[in-house]
């Protein structure tokens, strides 16, 4: 099991990889014990002195005018975990429940939340134990924090509600009686911070990214086999060219086609063939599948500044002042991936667009529909058209999320991020794009296979497509092609598509 330390460091997506593979043992460094204890107390100074606080002596939201007296102060934490549980739908993958939490911790280890070290300590108890709260996926519009599937987190940890522990699901006191841990009892201030912030909505981003990368490189390579098997030129891809563009995306798109080229005898072969120009979804990878791979850095960027923020309310500065901001509002989180949605979108459109010039067959190479007996067989026709499916599904959920709102608790909350349901129609959205793009790695190798299986392949398409082989049969010819698909897709999934390009060569 891997050990991730939780400190003050700065962290990047890549860091939280292991939690999506499973149980990771948690660690607090010595100076984020420090910082709570410190936080804690200054807190405890503020609540001594008799001042207003937020959320401590107030109730929440509209109801902040109501003033709490102190004897109600810890029944007021519980009614808020227990009234703010109100999601609803699927539980969320353990992967994302474990990275909220983590997240949860590297806000409470800066030293701004006030609360115990003993909370700290208990999540890390959950996590290093693997104990997962159910959280249903509905229920958050991304502002106030995630206020629903934190509550359904808190529940969980104050021993209540549900959690997956040994691979099954079952009541939060059964689960803590099997492990022998006792649940949290809430101290002031200390439900409202566990169910403040972004962190549901930052797991979402950092999934999708982590995700993402992988799908912008196997964009690239199966945009290069298509390139390739349709006899387009590979000349448009030439560093040269590329360099009078000042976008990075564009320059390595263009580097990573022309370097999985290189050795084609395919290419070679219509060297003097006198086309003047492919269409845009061939010659234009580099700029599109370049504009998409700088936003995707772009959104990284704003994502990676959300984990290392802040993100709490109120908080409890170091000269001891209580300030209520918006730090639990995720517009950056719902923004990031309304970019990253577009991005992967418009990687499924042009895919698929590759995939339609191969139906159209090419005189003299290769029939329409990639058949091997046109009329007799159909070949590839409904391939491209499930594609072309969910390119225009991925088209309608690209749609921002982040501009849409709708007024919340009492319109206290009047404009909120909407950020989890960006994050959720974000997921579909790269599933279907795994699909596409499994689609033309399986139909650019279906005209290889007819056309081109005496040239020599690229030195990064070569390894491609005698694994696609392994998969496909394309000796037998019309036949049941969802098992295929949902297998190159899963490989695509899994990184083994890259993996295998990269085992021969650098992709950028």
């Known amino acids: 099991m891997e050990t991730l330390r939780i400190s003050t460091r700065t962290y990047t997506a890549g860091d939280f990889a292991p939690l999506f ?5 948690i660690k607090l460094a010595g100076s984020s014990v420090k910082n709570l204890n410190q936080s804690h107390k200054r807190l405890q100074e503020i609540i001594a002195s008799g001042k207003t606080i ?4 107030t109730g929440f939201g509209n109801l902040s005018h109501i003033h709490i007296d102190q004897e109600d102060q810890f029944t007021l934490q519980l009614n808020l975990v227990r009234s703010h549980a109100a999601g609803v739908g699927a539980p969320l993958e353990p992967g994302l ?3 909220t939490m983590v997240l949860k911790l590297l806000t409470y280890v800066k030293g701004f939340s006030g609360v115990r070290l003993a909370v ?7 996590l290093n134990r693997d104990i997962i709260p159910v959280i249903p996926e509905k229920g958050s519009v991304g502002a106030s924090g995630d206020l629903a599937p934190l509550a359904h987190l808190a529940l969980a940890i104050i021993g209540e509600g549900h959690v997956f522990y040994n691979g099954r699901k079952m009541r939060t006191a059964a689960a803590l009686k099997k492990a022998r841990v006792t649940p949290l009892q809430l101290h002031p201030k200390e439900g409202l911070s566990l ?8 797991a979402m981003a950092i999934k999708a990214l982590l995700a993402g990368h992988n799908l912008a490189a196997c964009a690239d390579v199966t945009g290069a086999l298509a390139v390739e098997n349709s006899l387009s030129s590979r000349n448009v891809f030439r560093r040269d060219i590329h360099e009078l563009k000042a976008h990075k995306g564009q320059r390595d798109a263009a580097r990573n086609v022309f370097k999985m080229l290189r050795g084609s005898k395919i290419v070679g072969s219509h060297s003097d063939c006198g086309k003047v120009q492919d269409p845009y979804s061939f010659r234009c990878i580099p700029h599109i599948h370049g504009a998409c791979r700088d936003s995707i850095s772009g959104a990284a960027q704003m994502i990676h500044n959300e984990i290392n923020s802040v993100s709490d309310n109120p908080l409890i500065l170091t000269n001891s002042e209580v300030v209520s901001s918006g730090h639990f509002h995720a517009e950056h989180m719902a923004q990031a991936m309304d970019i990253l949605a577009i991005s992967f979108a418009e990687l499924g459109a042009i895919a698929e667009r590759r995939i339609y010039y191969f139906m159209k067959g090419l005189p003299d190479v290769f029939p329409p529909f990639v058949a091997a007996k ?5 070949g590839y026709m409904m391939a491209h058209v499930t594609a072309s499916a969910l390119a225009s599904e991925n088209k309608t959920l690209a749609h921002p999320a982040s501009i849409d709102s709708l007024p919340t608790s009492g319109s206290q909350e009047d404009l909120v991020s909407m950020a989890p349901w960006a994050g959720r129609k974000l997921f579909q959205i790269q599933k279907n794009l795994e699909i596409i793009l499994a689609i033309e790695l399986l139909v650019a190798t279906a005209v290889n296979h007819l ?11 070569k390894p491609i497509m005698d694994l696609v082989h392994t998969i496909c049969d394309f000796e037998s010819g019309d036949r049941v092609l969802s098992r295929e698909i949902e297998t190159l897709s899963e490989k695509i999934g899994s990184g083994e598509i890259q993996k295998t390009v990269t085992s021969h060569l650098k992709l950028d």
């Not at 056309?451 to 398409?461: D, H, I, V």
């Open 54 to 57: 937020y959320g401590v002596n």
């Open 195 to 202: 169910i403040n912030g972004t962190q549901v909505s930052t």
């Open 21 to 25: 593979s499973g149980p990771t043992r």
């Open 120 to 126: 700290a300590e208990k999540m890390i108890q959950f």
């Open 451 to 461: 056309a081109f299986k005496n040239l020599t392949p690229g030195k990064g398409t």
């Open 97 to 99: 429940v474990r990275t």
């Open 374 to 378: 046109p009329g007799l067989e159909s």
